[in-house]
């Protein structure tokens, strides 16, 4: 029986999907080779480790966004609300909605890319 080949969008359970119905529809005269059956479980274990690596990552990175949309609340900035009317105004609070960071000034909430600068505090 031909060795299952490792793909980077296979998640666990496929993975393991897949190799659980191998193993129970191989040819009993012809089991899979020790060989390739310890290459498959370095292929599962090898997917795992990427898998908790991106959620750590993940969680970094939002840790990260937080901080640094922390440390502007309470900043003056100027920037460009929904409507592309360039405002200005103090952030009231910092927050990441679905992975972006956002700020709230007032009625608006921006995302990082509609900030222009940050003005000087009197």
Excluded: C, H, W
Excluded at 53 to 67: D, P
Aim: net charge negative.
């Amino acid at each position: 029986m031909a060795s299952l080949t490792f793909n980077s969008q296979l998640g666990q359970d496929q993975f393991m999907q897949l190799l659980t119905t191998q193993l129970r529809n191989q040819d009993p005269l012809e089991p899979v080779n020790q060989q390739d059956f310890l290459g498959q479980l370095a292929q599962f274990s090898q997917l795992q480790g990427i898998e908790n690596l991106n959620t750590n990552f993940a969680e970094s990175l939002k840790f990260q966004q937080i901080s640094q949309g922390g440390s502007l609340v309470g900043s003056r900035v100027e920037y460009t609300n929904a409507q592309g009317e360039p405002k200005s105004g103090v952030i009231d609070s910092a927050r990441v909605l679905n992975g972006a960071l956002k700020f709230q000034i007032g009625d608006d909430i921006i995302g990082l890319a509609d900030l222009a600068g940050v003005l000087r505090s009197a």
